[in-house]
């Protein structure tokens, strides 16, 4: 009888182990064995909400765009809610090859016209408002480094100043950007076509030749300094537009006829200029404005918890999450831990702007170590292994749920389980947390238990992320009556 009893303890001993490393495990619907989450009955297993304090700040670090990222020109006019915002690029574009020379003699060439072509990736904002752009030339007082990775948002290197206009006030329609463009030179689409005056083609193909601007690369940039193209800050102004530079749509078109053989026939022929990733320099220049918007009255510099709170595209603003009592919470099992954010509707333009200015694609939800001064990542819960970071079962990617008689309300959920587990049962530390839209950002990623002993920064790029500038929300805070932040717990007790 002694043996049976220690045989059916020891079975009880090994299922409660069992019990336990189920429950350390985060579980998703998305997961096989999802539906393993214990049904809360208020006797074995129990499900609360815990308080949150939020608030709104703005994102001083500096953000990046690089050559290969996607870049914005544009602005934004009319956004109640988070106010103006204006885009410019700078950049170099250069011929193929040194020294340059157009074919035929330089008596024989009659110069027909330039046009500064742009590859369009997409758009923020109104498509139905057309925008006014203007290519000036870069001063020489401001020239660009190409061995500079310039901050998007950072005021000590703008403004980048100009020298005048190099043609006439272009009108975009937004809405014709993806038209193809079939001619004996371009078979193609998505391209913002700029043209030039035509003073500005003959100084490309008749004042400068291989004696002077292109003997080499670094004689032409003393000579042009490259291309900014700005969009007029006026009503009805009112989306960005994203530009690649490295894409071959982009490129300064030169269009000619020379008699380069000799002959008596002329034909039209053109020559480009181009990115070059190894030797051109670039920066893109983005301004954010909120005086007289909705966000200026909820952006903090200390402590103000509030019902609402801005989430704004780098560089924008990102939420303070925390949770007053959770350091304090007596052991548990932790089925699951989800933090859930979700959209204010902006009722005086839920048709209109509010469909126009969508929420970011994705929200980073980290953890700030103040003794470092670093965001980290969420202990135990946000991964990254050699495929990048597990956002699909973390959470972060935008939803849209029928929620308070909204039909299209835009959400974002978050798994930290093993964040909250780690807390109650081995006390580590709870940290006040981050929510953002990140484009090109870092943080500081920890392995989880028990490998967390070293760890390294892990950089986030826009393909994991957001474009730069791309999406802004105004989400419900700790408080607020509909749409409340919150974070909901699963558990039982031990």
Same mark, same amino acid.
């Given at each position: 009888?002694?043996?049976?009893?220690?045989?059916?303890?020891?079975?009880?001993?090994?299922?409660?182990?069992?019990?336990?490393?189920?429950?350390?495990?985060?579980?998703?619907?998305?997961?096989?064995?999802?539906?393993?989450?214990?049904?809360?009955?208020?006797?074995?297993?129990?499900?609360?909400?815990?308080?949150?304090?939020?608030?709104?700040?703005?994102?001083? =670090?500096?953000? @990046?765009?690089?050559?290969? !990222?996607?870049?914005?020109?544009? +602005?934004?006019? *009319? &956004?109640?809610? /988070?106010?103006?915002?204006?885009?410019?690029?700078?950049?170099?574009?250069?011929?193929?090859?040194?020294?340059?020379?157009?074919?035929?003699?330089?008596?024989?060439?009659?110069?027909?016209?330039?046009?500064?072509?742009?590859?369009?990736?997409?758009?923020?904002?109104?498509?139905?408002?057309?925008?006014?752009?203007?290519?000036?030339?870069?001063?020489?007082?401001?020239?660009?480094?190409?061995?500079?990775?310039?901050?998007?948002?950072?005021?000590?290197?703008?403004?980048?100043?100009?020298?005048?206009?190099?043609?006439?006030?272009?009108?975009?329609?937004?809405?014709?950007?993806?038209?193809?463009?079939?001619?004996?030179?371009?078979?193609?689409?998505?391209?913002?076509?700029?043209?030039?005056?035509? =003073?500005?083609? @003959?100084?490309?193909?008749? !004042?400068?030749?291989?004696?002077? +601007?292109?003997? *080499? &690369?670094?004689? /032409?940039?003393?000579?042009?300094?490259?291309?900014?193209?700005?969009?007029?800050?006026?009503?009805?102004?009112?989306?960005?537009?994203?530009?690649?530079?490295?894409?071959?749509?982009?490129?300064?078109?030169?269009?000619?006829?020379?008699?380069?053989?000799?002959?008596?026939?002329?034909?039209?022929?053109?020559?480009?200029?181009?990115?070059?990733?190894?030797?051109?320099?670039?920066?893109?220049?983005?301004?954010?404005?909120?005086?007289?918007?909705?966000?200026?009255?909820?952006?903090?510099?200390?402590?103000?918890?509030?019902?609402?709170?801005?989430?704004?595209?780098?560089?924008?603003?990102?939420?303070?999450?925390?949770?007053?009592?959770?350091?304090?919470?007596?052991?548990?099992?932790?089925?699951?831990?989800?933090?859930?954010?979700?959209?204010?509707?902006?009722?005086?333009?839920?048709?209109?702007?509010?469909?126009?200015?969508?929420?970011?694609?994705?929200?980073?939800?980290?953890?700030?170590?103040?003794?470092?001064?670093?965001?980290?990542?969420?202990?135990?819960?946000?991964?990254?292994?050699?495929?990048?970071?597990?956002?699909?079962?973390?959470?972060?990617?935008?939803?849209?749920?029928?929620?308070?008689?909204?039909?299209?309300?835009?959400?974002?959920?978050?798994?930290?389980?093993?964040?909250?587990?780690?807390?109650?049962?081995?006390?580590?530390?709870?940290?006040?947390?981050?929510?953002?839209?990140?484009?090109?950002?870092?943080?500081?990623?920890?392995?989880?238990?028990?490998?967390?002993?070293?760890?390294?920064?892990?950089?986030?790029?826009?393909?994991?992320?957001?474009?730069?500038?791309?999406?802004?929300?105004?989400?419900?805070?700790?408080?607020?009556?509909?749409?409340?932040?919150?974070?909901?717990?699963?558990?039982?007790?031990?």
């Amino acid at each position: 009888m002694l043996a049976n009893f220690r045989l059916r303890l020891s079975h009880i001993f090994f299922l409660l182990i069992l019990f336990v490393s189920a429950a350390c495990t985060r579980i998703t619907t998305t997961e096989l064995g999802g539906g393993l989450i214990p049904i809360v009955d208020g006797v074995n297993t129990f499900d609360t909400i815990m308080e949150l304090q939020t608030d709104t700040f703005e994102e001083t =670090d500096t953000t @990046r765009v690089y050559n290969s !990222d996607n870049m914005v020109i544009g +602005a934004i006019t *009319n &956004d109640p809610l /988070f106010g103006r915002t204006s885009a410019e690029l700078n950049f170099e574009l250069y011929p193929s090859f040194y020294p340059f020379s157009v074919p035929g003699s330089k008596d024989s060439l009659v110069v027909d016209s330039a046009v500064l072509i742009l590859s369009y990736k997409g758009f923020y904002g109104d498509s139905t408002q057309p925008l006014q752009v203007n290519v000036q030339e870069i001063s020489p007082a401001t020239p660009l480094s190409p061995f500079t990775s310039y901050p998007v948002n950072h005021p000590s290197v703008y403004p980048i100043n100009t020298i005048g206009n190099l043609g006439n006030t272009a009108t975009i329609d937004i809405r014709t950007l993806g038209d193809s463009v079939n001619n004996r030179y371009e078979n193609s689409n998505n391209q913002i076509r700029i043209p030039l005056r035509l =003073d500005v083609a @003959r100084r490309f193909l008749k !004042d400068y030749d291989s004696t002077n +601007a292109y003997r *080499n &690369d670094s004689t /032409f940039k003393s000579f042009f300094k490259g291309f900014s193209v700005k969009v007029q800050s006026t009503n009805p102004a009112n989306a960005l537009l994203y530009i690649n530079l490295l894409d071959t749509n982009t490129k300064l078109a030169l269009y000619y006829n020379t008699s380069s053989t000799g002959a008596t026939v002329r034909d039209t022929s053109v020559t480009y200029f181009k990115f070059n990733s190894a030797a051109s320099a670039y920066a893109n220049y983005i301004v954010r404005n909120t005086a007289g918007a909705e966000i200026n009255n909820h952006i903090t510099t200390t402590s103000k918890p509030d019902s609402l709170v801005y989430v704004q595209s780098f560089p924008g603003t990102y939420v303070r999450i925390r949770i007053p009592n959770l350091q304090g919470l007596s052991n548990r099992i932790i089925h699951r831990a989800e933090l859930v954010a979700e959209q204010v509707p902006d009722d005086n333009n839920i048709l209109t702007l509010d469909r126009y200015f969508q929420a970011p694609r994705l929200l980073l939800l980290s953890a700030y170590d103040s003794a470092k001064k670093q965001k980290r990542n969420i202990p135990n819960d946000y991964l990254v292994s050699t495929q990048g970071p597990n956002t699909v079962d973390f959470g972060g990617f935008r939803t849209f749920k029928t929620v308070n008689g909204y039909d299209r309300v835009a959400a974002y959920n978050f798994i930290i389980s093993r964040y909250i587990q780690g807390i109650v049962t081995r006390k580590d530390s709870s940290f006040t947390l981050r929510l953002s839209a990140p484009s090109n950002d870092s943080l500081n990623f920890t392995p989880p238990y028990p490998n967390n002993l070293v760890s390294q920064m892990y950089y986030l790029n826009a393909a994991v992320g957001n474009e730069v500038a791309n999406g802004r929300v105004r989400l419900g805070g700790g408080t607020h009556s509909r749409f409340r932040m919150r974070l909901r717990l699963v558990y039982s007790r031990l």
